[in-house]
């Protein structure tokens, strides 16, 4: 089945660590992928996004995320990361068809 | 400007029961999603719509789930004859236009309990 693809559901790092959350997808073709993230008790809000171009891409808060076609994969990154890092992230693909499908979220807590 | 609002916030109900949920989409916004956010199934598409025509469906669980909009603003989720199962965070998002490069732009969701 297609799918979007999140591993370690559960992350938990020290402040300054660096940060790297996998995402894979399933579909082929033209893809546009997202990854939003969900602070606690606040909604979805977009961290960034790639539709074309440079796929290397840059977010908020110095998060940065890298499409690789041939590995079907959007991995987000931080290289130093906060306390107010802790949330739960989410990878989204859009394949034209207008709805997102989801991965189902990393948790990320970042101890002080 | 306001964002995407959805009321209630909390909804606690009895099996059974019919519920109905709201989203008030980002003014202007022509596009409106709902989404359903529950344990171990992440976030699951639902229904879309453009203006106020649904072109896809295919989300909805089952034939107890149905959504209408009005006006091209106001969305209504509605459940009928709720089960436990039905128990999960319902999301609201709306975007400029049905478009791939649209940002989806959320609610901050309906959190729905089914005793």
């Known amino acids: 089945a297609q799918s979007v693809s999140q591993h370690n559901h559960h992350v938990i790092l020290s402040e300054a660590a660096s940060l790297e959350l996998g995402c894979n997808y399933s579909?082929?073709?033209?893809?546009?992928l997202f990854w939003y993230v969900q602070y606690p008790g606040q909604h979805l809000q977009l961290l960034l996004k790639y539709f074309s171009g440079d796929p290397l891409v840059k977010g908020i808060k110095g998060f940065e995320a890298e499409f690789i076609k041939s590995k079907f994969s959007f991995n987000l990154r931080k290289p130093s990361v906060q306390w107010s890092d802790t949330a739960e992230y989410f990878c989204?693909?859009?394949?034209?068809?207008?709805?997102?499908?989801f991965g189902k979220g990393n948790q990320v807590v970042v101890i002080p | 400007g306001a964002g995407v609002s959805q009321s209630p916030s909390n909804k606690v109900t009895e099996k059974g029961k019919d519920v109905e949920l709201r989203c008030d989409p980002i003014?202007?916004?022509?596009?409106l999603y709902w989404y359903r956010q529950s344990l171990g199934q992440g976030l699951e598409f639902l229904i879309y719509f453009q203006g106020n025509s649904a072109p896809d469906k295919s989300g909805l669980p089952s034939d107890r789930f149905s959504a209408e909009r009005t006006g091209g603003s106001v969305s209504t989720l509605t459940i009928q004859r709720t089960q436990q199962e039905d128990s999960a965070v319902y999301l609201c998002?709306?975007?400029?236009?049905?478009?791939?490069?649209?940002?989806?732009?959320f609610g901050p969701g309906t959190r729905l309990t089914v005793l």
């Open positions: 003014s202007g916004h022509t596009a």
């Open positions: 989204a693909v859009k394949r034209g068809n207008n709805r997102l499908a």
């Open positions: 579909y082929g073709g033209t893809v546009n």
């Open positions: 998002a709306s975007s400029l236009q049905v478009s791939s490069y649209n940002e989806q732009f």
